[in-house]
């Protein structure tokens, strides 16, 4: 590993003592103890772009999860960094998100405008310290430092204002946070496009006035026999897209890395930015494609329509349980008095999964 990866001895340690592992150090507790939380599980059942009753073919907040944790462990591994600290920030990135995606987490955050506000990487935090009862010595999964500040540092441009002193706000955060949140982008740009044409959405043609796609898609026709199905075409010009990102990602970050002098964790730590960066070319190539995706399939008349409905399921929810505060379980309504009535309704609600939320509005706001 390189010096300017993280040391996995070298962890802050917990909140909470607990005796060591024979079998597995600090790091590798984590990632067990994030896998076999109720919280993860979840994620199978929460939006990704497309509602879990849209086909099982999309991906979900766990599928995406998942490729996210396997592409940027394999970059780690080229940038010699800690493996087992960057699956674990990956599994752990997207505990926080409510039901129905970014629209979901929006329009909680508008319900709770007067009350705290609701935002996923802190409900992240807050699910893993305190909401998540596994064992009966403390509240939440006990998990490392760099884990848990991992979460309320998960963006390239993080406000430190909401991010808690106990976190060191004025620290970057670990090579190995900034590189999964980098990859996170990469993931859901070329997955998202992907469940895009499968649903109708978007074409591959229409596609083609975005020259990040244009290019990917040259490279799949020009190394692919004559003839071949546009359906391989588009999966090896996905490859291409994803391969291309991240040759740049680790290229670029290598020379920043070196032009820093960042030879050692402090030191990554003390830097004025984020090392962890795209070229300039390829980040405006980027930043075109998304800006193309938001247009043609985040605001999809379907996707709207579908959104549109829940969100209307959220807030029916929300009224609900703040006026009938005698209706939420019990294990959260023991939070009520301590984090006052809106926020444990938030907490309730941030957990459930789309299925839950969509069977609970039609029994009980009907």
């Not at 490859?239 to 070196?258: E, K, P, S």
């Amino acid at each position: 590993m390189q010096p300017y990866g993280f040391p996995s001895a070298a962890t802050r340690g917990r909140e909470h003592a607990t005796e060591p592992d024979p079998g597995r150090d600090e790091i590798q507790r984590d990632r067990d103890r994030i896998v076999h939380s109720r919280a993860f599980r979840r994620l199978q059942y929460k939006t990704q772009v497309f509602t879990n009753d849209e086909g099982d073919h999309f991906r979900t907040r766990l599928t995406h999860t998942i490729e996210v944790a396997g592409l940027a462990r394999a970059a780690a591994r080229r940038m010699g960094l800690n493996e087992d600290l960057v699956e674990c920030v990956a599994l752990v990135h997207d505990i926080g998100h409510p039901p129905f995606g970014h629209r979901g987490e929006d329009l909680l955050d508008g319900l709770m405008k007067d009350h705290g506000g609701f935002e996923h990487n802190a409900q992240g935090l807050r699910i893993v310290e305190r909401l998540e009862q596994r064992y009966p010595e403390h509240p939440g999964l006990n998990l490392t430092y760099e884990v848990r500040e991992s979460i309320v540092k998960h963006s390239a441009r993080f406000d430190p204002s909401r991010v808690p002193a106990r976190f060191h706000p004025e620290e970057q955060p670990l090579l190995e946070a900034q590189l999964v949140d980098q990859i996170d982008a990469v993931a859901y740009d070329c997955h998202d496009i992907d469940d895009g044409i499968r649903a109708g959405l978007i074409g591959h043609n229409a596609l083609a006035e975005v020259p990040l796609w244009a290019g990917a898609w040259a490279e799949a026709v020009e190394a692919s026999p004559r003839g071949t199905a546009d359906k391989l075409l588009i999966d090896r010009a996905l490859r291409r897209l994803m391969a291309a990102l991240v040759n740049d990602l680790v290229a670029t970050t290598q020379g920043r890395i070196a032009a820093a002098g960042a030879d050692s964790v402090a030191a990554v730590r003390r830097q004025p930015d984020q090392l962890v960066e795209f070229g300039r070319s390829t980040r405006e190539a980027k930043e075109e494609l998304e800006a193309w995706l938001f247009r043609h399939l985040y605001r999809h008349w379907r996707v709207n329509q579908t959104f549109h409905a829940a969100r209307k399921v959220l807030a029916d929810l929300f009224a609900f349980f703040s006026t009938n505060p005698d209706t939420i379980p019990t294990d959260f309504a023991a939070r009520i008095d301590g984090d006052g009535l809106h926020r444990v309704v938030a907490d309730y609600l941030a957990g459930m999964t789309d299925r839950f939320a969509l069977d609970e509005h039609r029994r009980l706001c009907r």
